[in-house]
């Protein structure tokens, strides 16, 4: 069965620097994409990025950006010029594409604090 | 933009109750999903629902869970009779397949209180 970690469960970055968020996995499977959701106070699940396994370069949206380590399994999320509205529960979460079992895996979540 | 829609925002309801949760998910998707999310948890996987039926399902969803698509816009859970340890976040999502087609999109989750 496919796992996701988490191993921060708490990280702060002062506004306006970078700050990296970890997240590795465990699969026997080949074809499979990974995602980060933002969950902010209001609990709202909120799409930040996803990556598609069979693809080398990492993906970036704005001031989002991840490390895909297919080969280590790891996949993490950097974030830049980290901004006030970025203070949230981020989730790392797998799909597998090869076979019927569909679901998204989280991991346990890392609450980001975002310090004036 | 299309997005999941999920009513009530909050529910309380007494111990033993039965208690439904509703869904729109979007229009043009063909998989949903039930999670949960005990507060400061993980989110836990409950139940996928594909071709009106259940393609899938956790440990967490026994005999009292179920899930219904009653009229081909709405997806429910139902929860039999509530126990305290029911309280919680339940999200709804649903996706397509396909590599074009894989993120999931949730709604806003229905906070579960059960007293």
């Known amino acids: 069965a496919q796992t996701v970690t988490q191993s921060q469960p708490e990280m702060s970055v002062q506004e306006a620097e970078t700050v990296t968020l970890s997240c590795t996995y465990d699969t026997s499977e080949s074809d499979y994409y990974l995602f980060w959701y933002k969950q902010p106070p209001s609990r709202q699940m909120i799409l930040v990025i996803r990556?598609?396994?069979?693809?080398?370069q990492n993906a970036t949206e704005n001031r989002f950006s991840v490390n895909f380590q297919k080969a280590a399994k790891s996949f993490s999320l950097k974030i830049s010029d980290s901004q006030l509205g970025d203070a949230a529960m981020y989730f790392c979460?797998?799909?597998?594409?090869?076979?019927?079992?569909?679901?998204?895996?989280f991991g346990k979540g890392t609450r980001l604090h975002i310090l004036p | 933009e299309p997005e999941v829609t999920q009513t009530p925002s909050h529910q309380v309801t007494q111990m033993g109750q039965e208690v439904i949760l509703r869904c729109v998910p979007i229009?043009?998707?063909?998989?949903f999903y039930w999670y949960r999310q005990i507060l400061g948890q993980k989110v836990e996987f409950l139940v996928s629902f594909y071709n009106n039926e259940i393609s899938e399902k956790s440990e967490i969803f026994d005999d009292q869970f179920s899930v219904e698509r009653p009229d081909g816009s709405n997806f429910t859970l139902k929860i039999r009779s509530t126990k305290l340890e029911d309280s919680a976040m339940y999200f709804c999502?649903?996706?397509?397949?396909?590599?074009?087609?894989?993120?999931?999109?949730f709604g806003q989750g229905t906070r579960l209180t059960v007293v």
């Open positions: 990556q598609e396994a069979y693809k080398q």
């Open positions: 999502a649903s996706s397509n397949r396909g590599r074009l087609n894989t993120e999931a999109f």
């Open positions: 979460a797998y799909r597998s594409l090869m076979n019927r079992d569909d679901k998204i895996i």
């Open positions: 229009s043009n998707h063909l998989y």
